[in-house]
Nanobody
């Protein structure tokens, strides 16, 4: 199995930027396709972005397209979420997640049920 530890997040004004990091330990990081999800108070958890094991295939939700970038460095066992032009509606707890059942180039899905391992969650608050 893999352990996921998140860092980053915090409080930022609208229009600002933050970067989230998800560090993996345990089983080989490159064995896992990865994703970010978020959950705002009173709302269901929603998909934010996903990346294949190779890093060559990526997907982001329409709500963050053009503003958020997902990336990974398999040599450093780390996945990042660069968040730019943040909006108050981006306020949520962000969690990274790992899916180990996919091929090297398959993009993981948007359903949280597909993911086996989760980070501890990180609060992102965007003030207006």
């Amino acid at each position: 199995q893999v352990q996921l530890v998140q860092s980053g997040g915090g409080l930022v004004q609208a229009g600002g930027s933050l970067r989230l990091s998800c560090a993996a330990s345990g089983r080989t990081f490159s064995s896992y396709a990865m994703a970010w999800f978020r959950q705002a108070p009173g709302k269901e958890r929603e998909f934010v972005a996903a990346i294949s094991r190779s890093g060559g295939y990526r997907d982001v939700a329409d709500s963050v397209k053009g503003r958020f970038t997902i990336s990974r460095d398999n040599a450093k066992n780390t996945m990042l979420l660069q968040m730019n032009s943040l909006k108050p509606e981006d306020t949520a707890v962000y969690s990274c997640a790992a899916n180990w059942r996919l091929s090297w180039t398959t993009l993981p899905g948007t359903d949280a049920k597909e993911y086996t391992y989760w980070g501890q969650g990180t609060q992102v608050t965007v003030s207006s």
